[in-house]
């Protein structure tokens, strides 16, 4: 949940710094020095470096969880990922074969 809420806020920071790149570029074309500044220089590389400190934080929680799955698996004695579409705890999930939801 928390990798959710990290990528929803690296998209919506992106969104913001498109934002802020269009108004910059917006306040060009219309003589305001001032505040073409203020969202090209100031805004734009704060919007960006937090969208990159999301997603950077984002890729070390997903690393984590791997290995933390990994080890979980070398725990129960599996060699392999148990993620992996083709290890046996995702193929024989009940779910897979159930054809109830189909009738």
């Known amino acids: 949940?928390?990798?959710?809420?990290?990528?929803?806020?690296?998209?919506?920071?992106i969104l913001v710094?498109?934002?802020?790149?269009y108004i910059g570029i917006g306040a060009i074309l219309t003589n305001q020095l001032e505040e073409s500044l203020y969202h090209l220089l100031i805004m734009l590389p704060l919007m960006l470096s937090l969208?990159?400190?999301?997603?950077?934080?984002?890729s070390l929680m997903h690393e984590e969880y791997r290995r933390f799955?990994?080890?979980i698996a070398r725990k129960k004695g599996v060699q392999k990922?148990?993620?992996?579409?083709?290890s046996k705890e995702v193929r024989n999930?009940?779910?897979?074969?159930?054809?109830?939801h189909t009738q």
């Open 69 to 71: 799955r990994r080890s």
């Open 93 to 100: 999930t009940p779910w897979e074969d159930d054809s109830s």
């Open 51 to 58: 969208a990159i400190t999301f997603d950077y934080v984002n």
């Open 81 to 86: 990922d148990i993620m992996h579409p083709d």
């Open 17 to 21: 710094a498109c934002w802020e790149i």
């Open 1 to 13: 949940m928390r990798q959710f809420i990290l990528t929803l806020g690296t998209l919506a920071t």
